[in-house]
């Protein structure tokens, strides 16, 4: 910089204005740094603890998620055990003897005679009183899609 004016007032070479321009942005809001002494501090992050965080955060959720979907698969296995037992008493209970035709919704009771065939009954082991001829297996009811609720049962005998 040369002193040409009164004044004491500096002027730049056109050389020493193009090196200046290499130091300074028309953006500065755009730097990976502060500018000026009044700018916001800016810190480097740790990409690594923001990695982390981010995978710990991810496990979290994972896990969460998977244990709810535990919970319904074992409602579902529920659900499925249940339609098996319906399904294996209904079958049983088909190859009973019958001497009537069941009504959907209604109670009837599976007996288990001495010769060790089944027979289904209208008469619940109550109404047998003392002298009830036949071993007691379910009381069971009649669903709309033909097969059999167990209502009650004696466990000896399932």
Do not use: C
Not at 40 to 62: F, N, T, Y
Not at 87 to 93: A, G, H, L, M, Y
């Amino acid at each position: 910089m040369k002193n040409n004016t009164p004044g004491n007032v500096m002027v730049m070479s056109d050389e020493e204005l193009e090196q200046l321009r290499d130091k300074i942005t028309t953006t500065p809001s755009t730097l990976p740094y502060a500018h000026h002494t009044g700018s916001a501090l800016i810190k480097p992050e740790d990409k690594g603890k923001i990695k982390g965080r981010a995978v710990a955060a991810m496990h979290e959720q994972s896990q969460t998620q998977l244990e709810k979907i535990y919970e319904q698969v074992k409602v579902l296995v529920k659900q499925a055990e249940e339609v098996k037992t319906r399904v294996d008493i209904s079958e049983r209970i088909y190859e009973a003897e019958m001497k009537f035709e069941p009504i959907i919704g209604h109670d009837y009771h599976l007996y288990e005679k001495e010769d060790g065939s089944q027979v289904l009954s209208v008469i619940s082991p109550k109404e047998w009183g003392k002298s009830m001829p036949h071993k007691h297996i379910a009381s069971v009811k009649l669903l709309s899609d033909h097969t059999w609720k167990v209502e009650e049962e004696n466990i000896e005998s399932m």
